[in-house]
């Protein structure tokens, strides 16, 4: 059974940190490539971040450049989103997703809140 559960999500205040988790079961995480997308009320879903199936290669939305950082530990099947610097535009639920690097196999996490503000 296929799992993602994210965590790390909370009420955080302008400038704060918040460190977000996704903890994998179900597949081989090792080969898929991992993202963070987030989802604000009345938007479309966007994506934050992404890093390869080795993490040798990451990449970012612009507007995510120099405050996120997105990693990942195979070891503990877990992918990880650093978020400094938040803004109140950061708050949305963030989604962690899976994708195979050899099919089109796909898989999203429930989501998380991130909410910014004083």
């Known amino acids: 059974q296929v799992q993602l559960v994210e965590s790390g999500g909370g009420l955080v205040q302008p400038g704060g940190s918040l460190r977000l988790s996704c903890a994998a079961s179900?597949?081989?995480?090792?080969?898929?490539?991992m993202s963070w997308y987030r989802q604000a009320p009345g938007k479309e879903r966007e994506l934050v971040a992404s890093i390869s199936a080795t993490g040798r290669s990451t990449n970012y939305a612009d507007s995510m450049k120099g405050r996120f950082t997105i990693s990942r530990d195979n070891g503990k099947n877990t992918v990880y989103l650093q978020m400094n610097s938040l803004k109140p535009e950061d708050t949305a639920v963030y989604y962690c997703?899976?994708?195979?690097?050899?099919?089109?196999?796909?898989?999203w996490g429930q989501g998380t809140q991130v909410t910014v503000s004083s």
């Open positions: 997703n899976a994708q195979s690097v050899l099919t089109s196999r796909r898989y």
């Open positions: 179900g597949f081989t995480f090792s080969g898929y490539a």
